[in-house]
């Protein structure tokens, strides 16, 4: 596990305090607007709003001391922090697409991503997935009027990692857009700007924040880029972060380093355990992959989701897997100090994960804080038969 000592200096510290009144976290400038002293003066302001304090729906202290720490984490100009992962994917794809445009989802995708996309065709703006992670299987799906090809990776379900270098590669030769969905390796594992991608985005509620206590979303990209998307959504969908969950962000990126170091080792560790164990068909986890060089290429380590496969599938015994588990909260979500496990089993939908190339018995665990030797008795006593 290879953290980058300048991304621990920026989590830790690399605050520009100068208007922090000797504080060392970053005051909450709690307030709707900003006074001007002269109407000059505001008029001046409102002509850029996106550089100047005038209403907190557009800029607020608070909320930008956290942008500048995201936006040196993942090497880009401009960050705008969201109200949520899911307002900062709206913010992407309704202020770079328009009426006309294809997406092409690669990858398992985020499942109320999807169905914004499918949303998004009532206005005209239409999409494909492809599961075969090959770029000339991605090339395929192009169509004279794609914009954005959109990507997660490594992906929430089976953890599949994507050839990002040749995706923007190929993507760039055709003047198309890039993005990715960064949220499993946060801007310490991976690096996509450094890629060639356009656009990175995370939701902040998993491991950003880190403690299950807030929701918001982050996207940085090129200052012109994000100037479009402040503008174009942004300002007017209004899916904002407030001033104190920016402050709570803050203070959760500051123990990314050490948090994400001990979730991934006990995550590799819990993981090698089930792939030894008899019950288990398979485990999904990027250094068990099946394309090691690109793995090894992109990621600098491990965070601490992945999921396995259950020999028995059946409904019956993933719920009953699940339900003997004792350290594991039962939840959907990731990312924060306690370890959660959940199945995208249904007992109805098994076309739909099929389709999806996800396996019926999946189950997913997020690793928490608690220790692997802990969580490794846990799973063994619940695998254990009847
Ligand atoms: C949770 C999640 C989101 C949505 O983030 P919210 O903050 O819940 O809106 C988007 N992408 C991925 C991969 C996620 O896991």
Known sequence: MAIDPADIAI???????SDWGGSTSPPIVQTSLFAYPTFGALLEALKSEHTHHVYSRGQNPTVEAVERKLAKLERGDACKCFGSGMAAVSG?????????????????????????????????????????????????????????????????????????EAMAAMARNRGIT????????????????TMGIDVALHTASKYLGGHSDIIAGAVVTTAERMEQIFYQTFMLHGGILSPFDAWILHRGIKTLPT??????????????????????????????????DIVQRHLSGYSGLFSFE???????????????????????????????????????NAEALLRQNIPIGLVRLSIGLEGADLLVEDLDRALASE
């Open 92 to 164: 992407v794809l309704m202020g770079l697409l328009e009426q006309g445009d294809h997406v092409v989802f690669v990858n398992q995708t985020y499942g109320p991503t999807m169905q914004l996309a499918r949303h998004l065709e009532r206005f005209g703006i239409t999409h494909d997935l492809v599961l075969d992670l090959t770029v000339e299987a991605v090339e395929q799906a192009i169509r004279t009027n794609t914009k954005l090809l959109w990507f997660e990776s490594p992906g929430t379900m089976t953890v599949r990692v994507l050839d990002l």
């Open 259 to 292: 948090r994400l170091a001990q979730h991934g080792s006990d995550a590799l560790t819990v993981a090698e355990f089930l792939r030894g164990h008899s019950a288990v068909a398979r485990v999904h986890h990027p250094a068990f992959a099946d394309n090691p």
């Open 11 to 17: 989590c830790v510290s690399e605050d520009d305090t």
């Open 310 to 348: 259950l020999r028995d599938n059946s409904l019956a015994n993933v719920t009953r897997v699940i339900n003997g588990l004792q350290r594991f909260t039962i939840g959907v979500s990731w990312g924060g100090v306690e370890s959660l496990v959940i199945s995208p089993h249904r007992g109805t």
């Open 178 to 193: 890039t993005c990715i969905d960064n949220t499993w390796a946060t801007p310490l594992l991976q690096k996509p700007l």
